[in-house]
């Protein structure tokens, strides 16, 4: 197993492993509209997106955006999306994801990685901090819907 950065070539397979991803959130499949999202991401630079791969089969992705930071007038990653399809769960695919993240970060100077998950994501909490992710009690969060 190895985790590479993706490329427009792996588009056809992640999108429908992102198609499934968004169902797994409640969203209807729709793999035109993944398609069409992934691709504008690469087109437009406008995401990092790391990959998970057995045997040619891409079993998991991570999905990274660009923030800035105007306090520190540098930069930092937002961690938007981590997935590992049901069957290759447990076997450590999601850690590899992050930690290339977090070497991916490193190396371009970033400040941190930010992230949100649902309170009720255990398990992904307790990889989080293992993973030396610190959760942010000074903070809330707040939203203004557009659509």
């Not at 930069?75 to 930690?99: C, E, F, H, W």
């Amino acid at each position: 197993m190895i985790v590479r950065r993706a490329t427009v070539a792996d588009l056809e397979q992640l999108a429908v492993l992102f198609d499934e991803y968004r169902q797994f959130y409640g969203a209807s499949s729709n793999l035109k509209l993944s398609h069409q999202f992934l691709q504008q991401r690469f087109e437009n630079h406008e995401s990092v997106i790391f990959i998970h791969v057995k045997d040619e089969v891409i079993t998991g992705f991570i999905l990274l955006y660009l923030g800035f930071s105007s306090v520190a007038c540098t930069t930092y990653y937002i961690l938007d999306d981590v997935y590992v399809t049901p069957v290759y769960r447990r076997q450590g695919s999601a850690k590899q994801l992050i930690d290339t993240a977090i070497h991916f970060a490193r190396h371009n100077n970033a400040l941190r990685i930010s992230l949100q998950t649902q309170n009720n994501n255990y398990q992904s909490h307790q990889l989080y901090e293992q993973m030396g992710f610190i959760k942010d009690n000074e903070f809330q969060t707040y939203h203004c819907f557009l659509k």
